[in-house]
């Protein structure tokens, strides 16, 4: 089954990663067809400054 993995900036709010996961999981449930058990999502929370693009931190 799907395993979903996120890596966005750190600071979101628990209630927002919740929010976040909620909203994944219904639409994946939806388009694939799965029940919400077969759904799993993994949040990486990265510090701005180790989140790097064309060689520069965003922190």
Do not use: H, Y
Not at 7 to 36: H, N, W, Y
């Amino acid at each position: 089954m799907p395993t979903i993995q996120i890596q966005m900036f750190d600071g979101r709010s628990k209630e927002q990663r919740q929010e976040l996961a909620r909203a994944i999981t219904e639409t994946t449930c939806r388009v694939l067809d799965l029940p919400p058990e077969a759904v799993d999502i993994v949040i990486t929370e990265v510090a701005r400054e180790n989140w790097i693009t064309a060689g520069k931190p965003w922190g």
